[in-house]
């Protein structure tokens, strides 16, 4: 009979990397998933091994924590008996999240924000215009100059005037601050999808992105539940969700605090979150409604959209859920803040969020 047999499909296995490489790379993936538990990550690396036969006699799970020790991936609190990760490691996360979600990106010299302005500028263009009383002579291109000497006079009477002279364009480079909010809500992890863990990928992602390639920007990350607080980049790993509900309002006025301190002219948030504000403070208390949009908590997070628009802050939200529901709530928002929004599954998220970035390289907010 013929026809189609399905099975179950295994990939083949990296002849070109070793036994510590595969597994490592498993490894850093369980850490993340584990908020940076070392003992459970190994825990659960263990179970697959057990389950999928990754290791062989010649080289063990054993073998491979030796490994992680030796090479300075994870150390050991003689004292208590624990393991924990190391700064080598966060490093090394944060850079294969850059290449997992972003790509190869081009290197920078000078890792700054292209504008649409053009003038007396910091890096040059292909254009090339007419000289204009008041140029820089540094901006004068000197071999389009004498080529036009050439055309203009001849080689037999050759001389510049200042009509011949070319001048190469530059461009404006903008600096750009963001705040990157993370919902840490129990919705994060509910109904058997783990939404966190690609959070934090896609927050360290940025931050390698930013620091490695546009040094001259600023990230900052703020994440919110029943309240808002910043945190460090090298604390994403370590990043758990909490039995908190969702307030929005907090996350924004953190996130506009932190905006306020920084001196570059173009400031943006991005926010990603899966579910609606349900919680907002109140002196000392919360006032909670997880069971539709209440309108006091709605009308105070427009209020703050609307805020944020006055003083030319974008909020860029990225909403990790499909309900028709929540989508009008993220239109309305949008539409009070003139953002922009993006709907997306987990896996094109932080595709996502490097288009937005790489989109404001080329204007002002």
């Known amino acids: 009979m013929s026809g189609f047999r399905f099975s179950k499909y295994i ?16 490894f850093k993936q369980l850490i993340l998933m584990t908020s940076g538990d070392v003992s459970e990550a190994l825990s659960w690396l263990t179970n697959l091994d057990n389950q999928y036969g990754l290791t062989n006699d010649q080289y ?142 896609v927050a360290m992602a940025l931050s390698e ?48 605090d932190l905006l306020r301190r920084r001196k570059n002219p173009n400031k943006q948030i991005f926010m990603i979150t899966d579910g609606k504000p349900t919680c907002m403070k109140q002196g000392i208390k919360y006032y909670k409604n997880s069971f539709g949009l209440d309108s006091k908590i709605l009308k105070k997070t427009l209020n703050l959209a609307a805020h944020c628009r006055k003083l030319n802050i974008p909020v860029t939200t990225f909403m990790i859920t499909s309900d028709p529901y929540l989508r009008e709530f993220v239109k309305d928002f949008t539409k009070v803040n003139n953002g922009n929004a993006y709907y997306s599954n987990l896996q094109g998220l932080g595709n996502l969020v490097f288009e937005d970035y790489n989109r404001n390289r080329k204007k002002y907010f």
């Open 11 to 26: 990939p083949p296995k990296n002849a070109n990397k070793s036994g510590f490489d595969q597994l490592h790379d498993i």
């Open 60 to 201: 063990g799970i054993g073998d491979f924590i030796q490994e992680l020790k030796d090479k300075g991936y994870i150390k050991e609190d003689s004292q208590k008996g624990t393991l924990s990760i190391t700064a080598k490691s966060e490093q090394e996360m944060r850079k294969n999240a850059l290449e997992e979600i972003f790509g190869k990106l081009k290197k920078s010299n000078k890792g700054n924000h292209s504008t649409s302005h053009r003038g007396q500028g910091d890096e040059k263009s292909s254009d090339k215009r007419k000289y204009q009383f008041g140029d820089n002579p540094d901006q004068i291109s000197m071999t389009e100059s004498i080529k036009n000497a050439q055309i203009n006079h001849g080689i037999g009477d050759f001389h510049l005037t200042e009509k011949d002279l070319e001048i190469e364009e530059k461009e404006h480079m903008a600096q750009t601050s963001t705040v990157l909010m993370i919902d840490i809500s129990h919705s994060m992890i509910l109904y058997g999808e783990d939404r966190i863990t690609p959070a934090k990928k």
């Open 209 to 256: 992105l930013i620091t490695k390639n546009y040094k001259k920007d600023t990230l900052d990350v703020i994440v919110f539940g029943n309240d808002a607080w910043q945190i460090e980049i090298k604390d994403l790993p370590f990043l758990k969700v909490g039995p908190y509900h969702t307030n929005t309002i907090s996350g924004l006025e953190l996130a506009m």
